[in-house]
């Protein structure tokens, strides 16, 4: 059964633009256990929100798993995980931070519950509320 994941990345280090660019790219760098913990849950054909962090904070494409949790090759010490990710498209419209948190539909998400995780479970009915709030202009 198919899973939903959000992963958070700070536009300056790794944006959207490059995921596009590359195609593909393999997640590393995360040194939190619950956020490695959630990419090895990771499944091959999950979906992801691409979501940046910092200035922005926005969701701004949809990726996928295309390679299951293996070694993160930066990881000099420790037990660290890494999966490889492709993109799929971008939200015609990112969805920001705000707005996620004034939809009532999205009050219970770990984007709002546990903002500094970097890599957090998704619902089924969350990620498609985002990705349909990211295909329209967000109205004034």
């Known amino acids: 059964m198919k899973s939903f994941w ?9 944006s959207w633009s490059d995921l596009i660019a590359e195609g593909q790219t393999t997640w590393t ?23 940046h962090s910092g200035e922005e904070k ?12 293996h070694r993160d090759p930066t990881a000099k010490e420790g037990d660290w995980s ?13 969805v920001t931070l705000r707005e996620i948190k004034a939809n009532p539909r999205l009050k219970g998400i ?11 479970p998704v619902a089924e009915t969350a990620f498609r509320e985002i ?8 109205s004034s």
């Open 58 to 69: 926005a969701v701004v494409g949809i990726a996928k798993v295309v390679r299951t949790a």
């Open 82 to 94: 890494t999966v490889d990710l492709a993109a799929v498209k971008p939200l015609p419209h990112p």
């Open 131 to 138: 990705v349909g709030m990211g295909a329209y202009p967000p």
């Open 29 to 51: 760098g995360v040194r939190n256990y619950a956020a490695r913990n959630n990419l090895r849950k990771m499944q091959k054909g999950d979906e992801v929100l691409f979501y």
């Open 110 to 120: 770990p984007l709002i519950r546990q903002s500094r995780l970097s890599v957090m």
């Open 6 to 14: 959000l992963v958070k990345q700070e536009p300056s280090s790794y």
